[in-house]
């Protein structure tokens, strides 16, 4: 424990002296955050009612899939891990230390949207706190758990980049963000789905009426985690072949088996 503490905190600290981490975890978020509170509330005022809960999970989303998928590739790649085998650094504290580390500071900069969001631009707080709360920790969770599944089954960072805009994109513009879920055609909606966002805006924004919701997101991030733990190499170049990495995909299983429930007609929250 006392070895993972340490890891932890060289990770935490790491944001505030490394530039390209500073940026991907404060400044890039929070002036996306800024730029959109000016520009969504003077063309759709009602924007202020998802304000909080869409600009924290971009928060989220840029953090997790944008930065930390990158630096396991990048830290793998440089051979870290190596030297991290040679002290006797466990796979599981490579994997969880930057994960819970991002999360830390994702907590701060979620008080910070919400407190400029509520008092700035008139964006209402969340009306369930705790509910809210458990929602923020689930997608947190869900979306670290998919960023360490990309950074472990991914070989370079070009690829691992593609990946991951591969689930940032789609999630920003289905994903419930920039307009209410319920203005998105049924089949985009569905298919959407696939994706973090719509699971994470619902657990934030369903003041615990959303257990399927919940239920998706804590599974990604179990199954995120177990799949990243299970495919982990030490080697700067990942030795197995690809198609046996495909078991990464998995990571979406929780996401198909919620959409298959929406589809059949199931409650649990669907909006």
Known sequence: MKAFML??????????????????NYLFPLTVFLLMAFLMTGVNPAFRLQMIPAMILFAMMSSTLLFLSSLWISQREAGIYRSYRINGVPARDILLAPALAGIAHLAIVSVLIAAVGHLAFGAPLPAAPVSFALGWL??????????????????????????????????????????????????????????????AM???????????????????????????????????????????????????????????????GGSGGAS
């Open 138 to 199: 689930l997608s947190a969770l869900a979306l670290a758990g998919i960023a360490m599944t990309i950074g472990t089954a991914v070989a370079e960072q070009r690829a691992g980049m593609l990946v991951a805009q591969l689930v940032f994109l789609p999630s920003i513009m289905l994903g419930g963000l920039m307009m209410p879920a319920d203005l998105i055609p049924r089949s985009l909606s569905l298919l959407s789905r696939l994706f973090p966002a719509p699971w």
């Open 202 to 264: 619902e657990a934030m924004m369903g003041a615990g009426r959303s257990p399927l919701a919940m239920g998706v997101l804590a599974a990604t991030a179990l199954a995120g985690y177990a799949i990243s733990l299970a495919i982990f190499e030490w080697h700067t170049t990942p030795l197995r072949p690809p198609r046996t990495r495909l078991v990464a995909l998995l990571v979406l299983a929780p996401a198909l088996a919620g959409l298959a429930i929406l589809a059949l």
């Open 7 to 24: 890891h932890f905190r060289h990770d935490f600290r790491a944001v505030y002296t490394d530039p390209s981490r500073l940026f991907m």
